[in-house]
C-alpha cells in the first residue's frame, strides 16, 4: 500500500473522476466504434451523477462549522482542496507511515485546538496509532472511504454509493 510520496487519490473529486471516465470513454469509442453512441450515453449519466455528487460535497463542507478532518491516513488531499476544508491525517499518504512521538503530540494538540469529535477510519486499513489518538482526545469512530480498495459487502457498490457515503461522513465530521 505505499503510494510514494504523492496522492495517487485523485478520483475522490469528482470532477477528476470526470476527466478519467472522458479518457475511458475516447479509448473505448476508438476500439468499439460501433458503440460510440452507447458510451457517450453513459458517459453523460456518470456526468449527470457526478454534478450532483460535487454539489452535495460542497454544501456538506459549507454547512459544517468545521474545516478540518481528522483521518487515518492523507489519502484526501484532492478531496480537501476541491471542497475547502484541511485533512488532518495521522499516518503520510501510505497508511503505513506512521508519526513520531512529536508529530503524535502535535496531531493531538491540533485535533483538541478545533475541538474534533470525530476521526474518519478507513474499512480496509485500521492503524493502531490512530486508536490511541482517538482514545486520547475521546473521539468517535466514523468511515470514509478511499475508494482504492473495498471490502467485500461494498464488491457490488458504485462509485457514488461510496462517495455518497462519504458526503454523510464530511457531514457529521465537519458539523
Known amino acids: 500500500h505505499d503510494h510514494g510520496k504523492f496522492d495517487p487519490h485523485v478520483w475522490l ?11 475511458i470513454t ?20 456518470f456526468n449527470s451523477e457526478a454534478d450532483k455528487l460535487d454539489q452535495n460535497l460542497q454544501k456538506a463542507v459549507n454547512e459544517g462549522s468545521k474545516k478540518e478532518l481528522l483521518v487515518t491516513h492523507a489519502a484526501y488531499g484532492y478531496l480537501a482542496e476541491r471542497y475547502g476544508f484541511s485533512q488532518l491525517p495521522i499516518a503520510g499518504i501510505s497508511p503505513s507511515d ?15 485546538l478545533h475541538d474534533l469529535k470525530y476521526i474518519a477510519f478507513e474499512e480496509t486499513v485500521s492503524p493502531k496509532v490512530a486508536r490511541v489518538i482517538q482514545q486520547e482526545i475521546g473521539a468517535e469512530a466514523i468511515t470514509i ?31
Not at 473529486?13 to 479518457?23: C, E, L, R
Not at 513520531?100 to 483538541?112: D, G, T, W
Open 13 to 23: 473529486d469528482p470532477n477528476n473522476a470526470k476527466m478519467m471516465a472522458q479518457s
Open 26 to 45: 475516447t479509448a473505448l469509442a476508438k476500439e468499439v466504434p460501433a458503440k460510440k453512441a452507447t458510451f457517450e450515453k453513459n458517459l453523460a449519466a
Open 98 to 112: 506512521e508519526p513520531s512521538q512529536k508529530q503524535l503530540a502535535a496531531i493531538v494538540k491540533e485535533a483538541k
Open 145 to 175: 472511504h478511499n475508494l482504492e480498495s473495498v471490502t467485500k459487502a461494498q464488491q457490488n457498490a458504485s462509485y457514488f454509493d461510496l462517495m455518497n457515503e462519504n458526503v454523510a461522513t464530511l457531514k457529521q465530521a465537519l458539523q
